[in-house]
């Protein structure tokens, strides 16, 4: 796999995952998969700002695990296994959003449902300005590059784990995911191979989303990889079947949370370089 296949792919997906090393463990989290000057980007509201801030390290995976849409299946994409690639990457805060707005604006818009909502059009973003300012998260090279089983079942997680390279990641799943700390999942790669833990920092994730990706939650359970189990030390939700829409109330709820957390973050952002925009 070359990066412009990496590039190609990521482009034509409508969601993937980011992950990195964090000082206290393996992150993930799910991304709009963008591109700017043809190299993999994830243009992060402003309310991921301090899961950013963890990314000390300036390495990060690029991982593509959902399998194709099925509009895409005309082009033979459903067929095609999961990417990732690791390298270094660029962290740019765009805190006027003018990047985003030249560059990717017109690609979230096509695949994200909220964005459409919030910034299609100049009126929609004045009301909406929180949503503009951006932490654009580039790789510019990809020094380990491999092929992903695709996640084809709720009970599917991506699991990235410390190694001397950076972040190493795999598609796995189990028949249960406890809460519990201490509990002991068995874990099964789904290319068939063997994990080969040797008690390092693990984090397993999964996603999903509603069809108007006003809720995309994720899940996760960390801990330490020995062998094929992960013992867990810390967990928050579980995996399950596609979510469904909020009603009117809980729309109105999510997006008023959303608001606060991103201009949360935008004013930190700009306390901390200094700056501030006009609204």
């Not at 243009?43 to 099925?70: C, H, I, K, N, W």
């Not at 084809?152 to 990641?169: E, F, I, K, Q």
């Not at 995996?239 to 959303?258: I, K, M, Q, S, T």
């Not at 991103?262 to 200094?274: D, K, S, V």
Request: aromatic share 6%; proline share 8%.
């Amino acid at each position: 796999m070359t990066l412009h296949e990496m590039v190609t792919v990521w482009r034509r997906s409508t969601i993937a995952e980011l992950c990195w090393l964090a000082p206290d463990g393996p992150v993930g989290i799910p991304v709009v998969p963008l591109v700017w000057r043809d190299r993999p980007c994830a243009a992060l509201p402003m309310s991921l700002l301090d899961a950013v801030q963890t990314m000390t390290d300036g390495r990060a995976a690029f991982a593509v695990t959902a399998p194709a849409e099925a509009g895409a299946a005309e082009a033979g994409a459903a067929q095609r296994p999961g990417l990732v690639a690791t390298g270094p990457v660029d962290i740019r805060y765009d805190l006027d959003g003018a990047r985003f707005v030249e560059h990717m604006l017109d690609q979230e818009i096509v695949k994200h449902p909220p964005t459409r909502l919030r910034a299609d059009g100049l009126m929609a973003q004045r009301e909406n300005w929180w949503w503009v300012p951006r932490i654009l998260v580039t790789l510019t090279g990809a020094e380990e590059e491999a092929a992903l089983p695709a996640r084809t079942r709720p009970d599917d997680a991506v699991l990235v784990r410390r190694s001397a390279r950076g972040p190493h990641v795999h598609v796995v799943t189990a028949q249960t995911w406890p809460q519990e700390a201490g509990a002991r999942v068995e874990l099964w790669a789904r290319d068939g191979g063997s994990l080969s833990g040797r008690g390092e920092q693990a984090y397993a994730f999964g996603h999903r989303h509603s069809p108007d990706f006003e809720r995309w939650e994720r899940w996760h359970r960390s801990g330490e990889l020995r062998e094929e189990a992960l013992t867990v030390t810390g967990a928050a939700g579980g995996p399950g079947p596609a979510l469904e829409p909020f009603g009117v109330l809980a729309r109105l709820r999510n997006h008023r949370e959303v608001q606060r957390a991103c201009r949360t973050g935008l004013a930190r952002a700009e306390a901390q370089m200094g700056t501030s925009h006009p609204r």
